[in-house]
Each structure stands twice: as C-alpha cells, then as structure tokens.
C-alpha cells in the first residue's frame, strides 16, 4: 500500500448477509400460513447473500448469453451458450423449488412460501428469475390441457434443472418459456401473424416470427398463433419426441439495457410442430392465466429490487461519514432511507399478501380469487413503476460509487424499468385495472372489503379511501374512464398498502406512509416525509441485523 494513500472513510463490503433478514417478509410469511417455509426460506436468503452466490451474478450479468445459429460445418444449432454462474442459479432456484413446484405442494400457503423464496433469490440476481418465473406461471394456462398438463405439470415441478435440448419426456425436469409478442404487436396479441394450421395428426404447423422470446434455450414454449377459428395457444417443445430439433430459428439476441444474464431472443418458426392448448380461438383467455402468474412475479420481483436497493444505501448509509457525522444520522439522509424503507415495506407487504390470495383462490375462495385479480392489475402498475425510481433514489443514497458498475446498483437500476414493461405496461396495466373493473365480478367488493379491514384505525386512510370511491362513479364514461385509469390504478394501490400497513406493520410505518401517501401535498420525490415523521423506528426495523 502507498503510504501517501490510506483507505479511508469507505464502506466495507456488503457480504455475508441474509435477503430473509426482513421482518416486512417473515412477518406476512407467518401471518398469512407459511410459517412451514420459513427456515427453507431463511436459508436460500442466506445462500443469496453469500460471497458465492453474489459472485455468479456479477459474472452472470458480465458473461452474457451467446447466440450460436450454426455449428462450424454450416448446421444450424440455434443454441444459446451462457456463463456456468447462470446455471448455478438456475441449479438453485429449481431446487428450492422457486419454478412449478408450488402447483403440487399440498401444505396450505404453498404460493406464498414460493413468494418468499422468489423474493428472497431475486435480490441476490434478476435475470435468472425470468424463466424460473415462465416455468411457475406455465402450469394454470397448460391445465387447460389436461392430458399435456398430465405429461408436462411433474416435468415442470420436478426439482432438477436439466439443461440442454433433448426430447423433453426424457429429461429429469422441465423450463417453460412464452412466446407471444411479435413485430407488430406485443400488448396488442390479437394482431399476432403467426400461422398454425392443423397437420392432420391431431398436431399443428407453425409459421411466423416472435419479435421477443426469452430463455430461448427453455424445453417448451407456450406461444400465440392465429389458427382458422382465430388466436389460439400452442405448446411449441424445442426438441421434438423423436429426438430431432423443432425448427425455431434464433435470428438475434436482444442487446438490452438490463437483465443482461437473460436471453431474449428473435425467433422464426418454421413449420414449427405444436401441439394445441385450450380451446381453438380462446388462445388469450388460455394464455392469461399464464400472465396472471408472471404479473405477480413482476410485483414480488420489484418488491424484491426495492429491498435490494434499501439494503445497500443503508450499508453505505452507516458506514460513510461526511461533513462531520455518519450519513445515516444526517437528518435529511434519514428521511430519504425512511421513506425507500417505507416503499420497500409497503411493497413487499402487498406483493405476499397478493400471493396468499393465490393459495387461498386456488382452494375455492371466490372473494380472494376476486381480490387477487383486481389487487394485482393495480399493483401491476403502481408497484412495478416505483421500482425504478425507487432503485434510482437508492443509488443515489452511494454517491458516485452506486453510479460504479462494481458496486451492483446500475444492475438494479437498469433491471427496475423492465417490470414495468414487460407482462403488460403501464397503460396496458392501467387499462387493465378498468377491465377487471367493469368486467369481473365481485371484484371492486372484495377489494374494497380488504381495504375496509383497516377502518376507522387512520383517519388518513379513510380519507383516501373515501375519495376513492368518489372517484369511481366517474369511470362509467369510456373515455374519461381512460384518463383516469393511472390515477385510478395508483390510488387503489395506495390505499390497499395503506390498509395492509396500517393492520399490520409497525406503527411508524403505517404513519409515514398515510402522511406521505394518503394524506394530500407529499413531495413527489423520496426523502420527503413530512417534518416529524419518527423515522427511528422505521431504520432501525429495515436495518439488517445480521449486517451490524
Ligand atoms: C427484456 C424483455 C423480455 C421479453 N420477453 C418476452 C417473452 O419471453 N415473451 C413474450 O411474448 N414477450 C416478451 N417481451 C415483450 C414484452 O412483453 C412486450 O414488449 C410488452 O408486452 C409491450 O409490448 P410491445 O413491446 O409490443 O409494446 P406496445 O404494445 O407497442 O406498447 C408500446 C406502448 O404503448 C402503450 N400502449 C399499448 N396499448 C395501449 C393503449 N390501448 N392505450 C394506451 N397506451 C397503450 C404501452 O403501455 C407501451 O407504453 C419481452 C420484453 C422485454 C423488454
């Protein structure tokens, strides 16, 4: 070491922790009936945390993904070569049991706990996650289809990753992928151009182009083609039973802004062999309950960035001084992490209970079946948007170090704005929320019920809450209705984590956030909690223990 340069002053590494070191997570993990997962889920937070396992997604996301169309004889091979340290995490996620698994798990709360450990995973890298979470989300759509969901659903669930293209029956587990957006449409799936057309053996011939696949690399695809009666789901197997390759063409892989140690990829289907899923014409109606399980991975995963996120401007927070004092006594650095703390939380709380309302629709609970629809078109919109500039607010939190790659914020920062797009954007999103809406039946109810749990406890929320429902009538004309869909959107969100937080977490919590969010002129900014706000508790409940 040079003698004139003495490192100083610098935050240590943040290794060694544990992503299940956070009471918003444990705490709804009890509350809601997966009590059972927690030391499962304490576990894969510590392996998440671990020097290795942040390792493999530094040199996931540095080693990207290569494309490979031809072998060096001129056969093409359409295969995708990626890093081992995306395997490893693959390795992990499907052992744990993050993937299908969680449809044929019998203990009650089998959604929620796949929630905490998706969550917990997530932090540690996102990419990964993209077909952990297809594989999970294939399983209700594929049901439509009960003799393929007979052969395909234990493939799915099985905790092997087998990697590599062989006949699927053969392999000791499956990844699914989607495949629906095409040139001319990705919101718009009706203006799909693909063709499937009947091969007179109970199968179908696909042509056409898919403008985004990702984990092209994944054993079977649940993909959109207009057939005669109009768009219908196929499931598309890269590897025919037979042994030979299905021709799906890999033209390009995506150079994107983030989830760079995920593949997407450009693909021509060739008389693709496909075999049908659901009814013929009813293709979107099939595929939605596929989308309506990755929407919620896009919640739980921006839930799980904002916790990321917090973590680290809390780390630095504590252990850089300027201007006299440790950054985290600093009165406004405090209100700052305060309020990412209170944004964290009120996501993660949503985001379990969304999937507790998963389990308990899938045991027949019709109100929770109706929550969990409107609840997560909303949430879809509002929690997925604020994970951008919530990873923003925390880079910034390390000053020009979050701006270093090193430091692992860009990484987050330029994963948070793809959950916001992909799976519906934001207006999609939005206009979604009027869907279920006017469409769904019971929802606003039972909706309006889970928020009504809370009152009287805040005045605050009341308030919001009665605004909301003069907000409502005004929706009945299509075209304001449009307008106001954000607005809408936002504000049911608001007052469902109002409720949550206000029933169930701490009560500085639950105040800081109806003072800020619910409670009329807050500043649009993070680190604007109003004077008074009592963000000790706050800290000291988002600190990480384990970190101290
Ligand atoms: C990294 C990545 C991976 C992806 N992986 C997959 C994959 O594996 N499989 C797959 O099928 N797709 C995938 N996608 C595609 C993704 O789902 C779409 O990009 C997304 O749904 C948006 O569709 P689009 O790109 O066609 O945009 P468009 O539908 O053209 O939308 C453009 C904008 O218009 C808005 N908009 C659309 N309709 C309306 C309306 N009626 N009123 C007002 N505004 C509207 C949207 O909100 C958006 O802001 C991936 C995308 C990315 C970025």
């Known amino acids: 070491m040079s003698a004139t340069h003495e490192v100083l002053n610098q935050a240590p590494p943040l290794i060694g922790f544990s992503t299940a070191d956070d009471p918003a997570l444990l705490e709804a993990l009890r509350r809601h009936g997966g009590d059972w997962g927690e030391q499962e889920v304490r576990e894969l937070g510590a392996r998440a945390g671990s020097a290795e396992v942040q390792d493999w997604a530094r040199m996931a996301e540095e080693h990207p993904p290569v494309l490979h169309t031809h072998d060096r004889y001129g056969h093409r091979v359409d295969e995708v070569e990626y890093h081992p340290a995306y395997h490893q995490l693959m390795e992990v996620a499907v052992a744990s049991g993050q993937h299908a698994a969680a449809w044929s798990e019998t203990r009650p709360g089998a959604h929620l706990v796949r929630a905490a450990k998706f969550y917990a995973f997530a932090q540690a890298e996102p990419g990964h996650g993209c077909p952990i979470s297809m594989t999970y989300a294939a399983v209700p759509a594929l049901r439509a289809e009960p003799e393929l969901a007979a052969v395909y659903e234990p493939l799915l669930a099985a905790r092997s990753y087998d990697f590599g293209l062989r006949p699927p029956l053969g392999k000791r587990g499956l990844i699914a992928g989607m495949s629906m957006t095409e040139k001319q449409g990705g919101s718009d799936v009706r203006a799909n151009t693909t063709r499937a057309v009947p091969d007179g053996a109970g199968r179908y011939v696909l042509t056409g182009h898919k403008w985004f696949t990702s984990a092209p690399m994944s054993d079977v695809f649940l993909t959109l083609a207009q057939a005669e009666e109009g768009v219908t789901c196929f499931l598309v197997p890269r590897v025919l039973p037979d042994g030979g390759r299905n021709p799906l063409r890999l033209m390009r892989l995506k150079n994107k802004l983030g989830n760079r140690s995920n593949a997407s990829a450009e693909i021509e289907y060739e008389s693709a062999l496909a075999w049908r899923v659901g009814e013929p014409g009813r293709g979107v109606r099939t595929i939605v309950e596929m989308v309506n399980v990755t929407r919620l991975d896009c919640v739980i995963g ?183 869909a954000r607005r809408v959107a936002e504000q049911m969100t608001l007052v469902l984590q109002g409720s949550l937080l206000v029933r169930y977490s701490h009560p500085a919590v639950a105040d800081a956030f109806c003072a800020s969010r619910l409670d009329g002129d807050w500043g649009h900014a993070f680190g604007t909690l109003p004077p008074g706000t009592d963000t000790g508790p706050i800290l000291e409940r988002a600190r990480p223990k384990d970190a101290r």
């Open 302 to 484: 921006s839930a799980a960035g904002m916790r990321a996120g917090l973590r680290q401007a809390l780390h630095h927070a504590e252990h850089r001084r300027a201007f006299g004092a440790e950054l985290v006594d600093q009165p406004l650095m405090r209100n700052v992490l305060a309020d990412l703390a209170v944004e964290s939380e009120a996501a993660t709380t949503l985001a379990m209970r969304l999937a507790s309302a998963l389990d308990r629709a899938e045991a027949g609970d019709e109100s929770e079946a109706a929550l969990r629809r409107l609840g997560l078109a909303v949430s879809k919109y509002w929690v997925c948007k604020r994970g951008a500039t919530h990873a923003a607010e925390a880079l910034e939190c390390l000053g020009g170090n979050g701006y270093v790659e090193e430091s692992g914020m860009p990484r987050l920062y330029r994963e948070a704005p793809l959950l916001s797009i992909w799976e519906g954007s934001g207006n999609v999103a939005a206009l979604d929320v009027l869907r279920a809406l006017g469409r769904e039946n019971g929802a606003l109810e039972a909706f309006l019920a889970e928020v009504d749990a809370a009152a009287g406890a805040d005045a605050r929320l009341d308030a919001a809450v009665d605004r909301l429902r003069g907000l409502l009538p005004q929706l009945t004309d299509p075209e304001r209705a449009q307008l106001l």
